[in-house]
């Protein structure tokens, strides 16, 4: 499979790792449909992409929406008339610990709210599951090559403060062997799958994290940075091209090891 000439859709590309991943693809020859929610983002990242003498649609959508998915897939097939990748990357966090206890009384002082609960499991793991499960249809109603890739985390292994995130990744992790597995039970060889598991990456979305705490990450990672956007992009263009690559989530994470972290 080559990106050369391939259709894909990423959502959550207005920003961090999915621009990335639009910009790369659109500058590898394929044609790019940037969906998002913030629609000032998604006409500056397909502004971007024609500049540099790319071909993009912006379509402003909501992941968790099963109309708005069905919107945004039949939308980029009426521009450009198939879909052969599909990266479902608009994710959030809304940090917090199960329990706050009380400094004095020693007793829960606060729990964590359904209010950041529910929008990190709707959006993380119910919008990858709608993008994958509408994008998967109409690849195989298409007839067309296709690759699938959820965006999982490391920290689908835990961390603290982030305990809807890690069930949402955790779950978001095991995908690409669920979605494979059907396929070959179903006799659908031309769809693969691909889970990605990115570590600590420069986007956005740290800016949302304790501050504090992703300074001490980085003691842990090997490399002793961040990971850039791009990165990721050219590890995901490699999977385009390597149909070894299958019914697994790969981990990039600058050789986070934990040497002084909590989890193993
Ligand atoms: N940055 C990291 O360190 C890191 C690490 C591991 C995994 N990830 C994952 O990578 C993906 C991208 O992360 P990022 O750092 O680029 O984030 P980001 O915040 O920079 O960008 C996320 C984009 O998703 C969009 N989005 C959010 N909710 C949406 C919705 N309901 N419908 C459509 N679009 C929506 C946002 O508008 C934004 O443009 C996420 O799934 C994230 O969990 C990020």
């Not at 391939?6 to 449909?33: M, N, P, Y």
């Amino acid at each position: 499979m080559n990106i050369q000439g391939s259709v894909a859709l990423i959502t959550g590309a207005g920003k961090g790792i999915g621009e990335a991943i639009a910009k790369l693809f659109a500058q590898q020859g394929a044609k790019v449909a940037v969906i998002d929610m913030v629609q000032q983002d998604i006409d500056r990242v397909v502004a971007d992409v024609k500049a540099a003498g790319g071909e993009a649609i912006g379509i402003q959508a909501n992941v968790t929406s099963e109309a708005e998915t069905a919107r945004f897939i039949q939308g980029t097939l009426e521009a450009f008339g198939q879909l052969n990748i599909a990266v479902a990357c608009a994710g959030i966090i809304r940090d917090g610990t199960m329990l706050s206890l009380d400094k004095d009384t020693g007793k829960v002082s606060k729990k964590l709210g359904l209010d950041k609960w529910q929008p990190v499991i709707d959006i993380d793991l119910t919008g990858t599951f709608l993008t994958l499960r509408d994008a998967a249809e109409a690849m195989v109603n298409g007839g067309w090559e296709g690759l699938l890739v959820p965006i999982s985390s490391v920290n689908k292994v835990g961390q603290i403060g982030q305990l809807n995130y890690a069930s949402a990744k955790a779950a978001v992790a095991m995908m690409p062997k669920m979605i494979v597995g059907e396929f070959l039970m179903r006799g659908i060889r031309h769809v693969r799958c691909v889970g990605i598991a990115p570590g600590y990456t420069a986007t956005p979305m740290l800016t949302g994290m304790n501050q504090a705490a992703l300074h001490a990450i980085l003691e842990d990672v090997h490399i002793d940075r961040l990971i850039e956007p791009n990165e990721i992009a050219e590890l995901i263009a490699h999977c385009v091209s390597n149909e070894a690559l299958n019914a697994t989530t790969i981990e990039i994470t600058g050789g986070l090891c934990y040497p002084h972290g909590i989890a193993k």
